[in-house]
């Protein structure tokens, strides 16, 4: 059975970092590109960035570039999202998601982990 | 980036048919693939893939739901609708970056 399951949100005050992991079982995790997705109940599903199976492509949403970094430990089966200089806009729930092998759709995801940015 | 546009909301009775549509502000569809894709979600829950690129069935999904559609314009249909599939219901495009859905529409039983 597939499973991922993220850690480390939090409260967090504007400007400041968090990091946030997700850890995978059930598949060979190396196989597989994945993804970490925001929602809010204002803007909704949002896609925040993706990583090829051995880590070596990475894309984002532009307003999360140069901020956010997507990484991937295969020895570990974990993935992660370093989040830097932290908005007010960036509180969300973020799920982590395996993606397909053409990396397009999300397949399995993460319960999710909640991100609050505020003073 | 692409806007994907669908109805807030569908009322339909139980035991019946319901079409969710989802239209796209350019085509999403290459000469290999309608890069559509179809997402439920229950409250308090994750979502969960349904139908991936236009009218697939993901893996473990019931045969009641379908989808069809390309260039801009994509259907799920649910037939029959049950008690269990009360949900909000997203599309998701990845013909470009960024991936973008739609806002979900509510399936509400009449």
């Known amino acids: 059975e597939v499973q991922l399951v993220e850690s480390g949100g939090g409260l967090v005050q504007p400007g400041r970092s968090l990091k946030l992991s997700c850890a995978a079982s059930g598949f060979t995790f190396s196989n597989y590109g994945m993804a970490w997705v925001r929602q809010t109940p204002t803007k909704g599903l949002e896609w925040v960035a993706s990583i090829s199976t051995g880590g070596g492509n990475t894309y984002y949403r532009d307003s999360v570039k140069g901020r956010f970094t997507i990484s991937r430990d295969n020895a570990k089966n974990t993935q992660y999202l370093q989040m830097d200089s932290l908005r007010s806009e960036d509180t969300a729930t973020y799920y982590c998601?395996?993606?397909?092998?053409?990396?397009?759709?999300?397949?399995?995801w993460g319960q999710g982990t909640l991100v609050t940015v505020s003073s | 980036d692409i806007v994907l546009t669908q109805s807030p909301a569908l009322a339909v009775s139980l035991g019946q048919r319901a079409t969710i549509s989802c239209r796209a502000s350019q085509s999403v569809s290459t000469s290999s693939y309608n890069l559509m894709h179809w997402y439920q979600q229950k409250p308090g829950e994750q979502p969960k893939l349904l139908i991936y690129d236009a009218s697939n069935l993901a893996s473990g999904i019931p045969v009641r739901f379908s989808g069809s559609g390309s260039g801009t314009d994509f259907t799920l249909t649910i037939n029959p609708v049950q008690a269990d599939d009360i949900a909000t219901y997203y599309c998701q495009q990845s013909r470009e970056l960024p991936f973008t859905f739609g806002s979900g529409t509510k399936l509400e039983i009449k």
């Open positions: 998601a395996r993606q397909d092998k053409r990396l397009h759709w999300f397949a399995y």
